[in-house]
């Protein structure tokens, strides 16, 4: 764990050099981001997220390599974690923005199995997958500006057939 650390650290020096940087996210926004999420599975009666800092640092090695490509967002692939991405055209001034984003989904969300058309809610049905114990968040600015927002979930959810709760 040392060593993936230290190589970690030295990626974000790196990247800091190539006009990327590595946002931390610090207690308090930890805090905001794991009450927006919680929010929503409060009201179905879910049990609440836990932070992950495993998922954490796995989540900004990918905001990362976003950031590095500055050319906008898909999934990392293969993943073994659900993924939600968010992208804004400058960091905003608390990261849970991006699962504020996500949440409003919930308009358009019909209680049922997950089918072909997840992808209009799929990443509010990330957020209240009963199932999902743990959350991870990074964030890393390209060099042109725009802000780039990860979090994965462990156990991943949106399985196709299923219901989120």
Not at 10 to 18: C, E, F, I, K, S
Not at 130 to 151: D, I, P, Q
Request: net charge negative; proline share 4%.
């Amino acid at each position: 764990m040392k060593l993936y650390a230290f190589l970690f650290a030295a990626l974000v020096l790196l990247v800091r050099a190539n006009g990327q940087e590595l946002l931390v996210i610090d207690t308090a926004m930890r805090s905001s981001i794991l009450k927006e999420h919680n929010k929503e599975r409060q009201l179905l009666n879910i049990p609440d997220l836990l932070w992950s800092n495993e998922l954490a640092e796995y989540a900004a090695e990918w905001a990362l390599q976003l950031a590095e490509a500055d050319a906008g967002i898909h999934h990392r692939d293969p993943d073994d974690f659900g993924e939600n991405i968010s992208w804004f055209s400058a960091a905003p001034n608390d990261f849970s923005r991006g699962v504020t984003l996500w949440n409003e989904e919930k308009i358009d969300y019909k209680y049922k199995a997950i089918g072909n058309d997840w992808a209009k809610t799929g990443h509010y049905t990330q957020v209240i997958w009963k199932n999902t114990e743990r959350v991870g968040c990074g964030c890393a600015l390209g060099a042109s500006g725009t802000f780039f927002f990860v979090c994965n979930y462990d156990p991943p959810g949106n399985y196709s057939g299923q219901k989120p709760y």
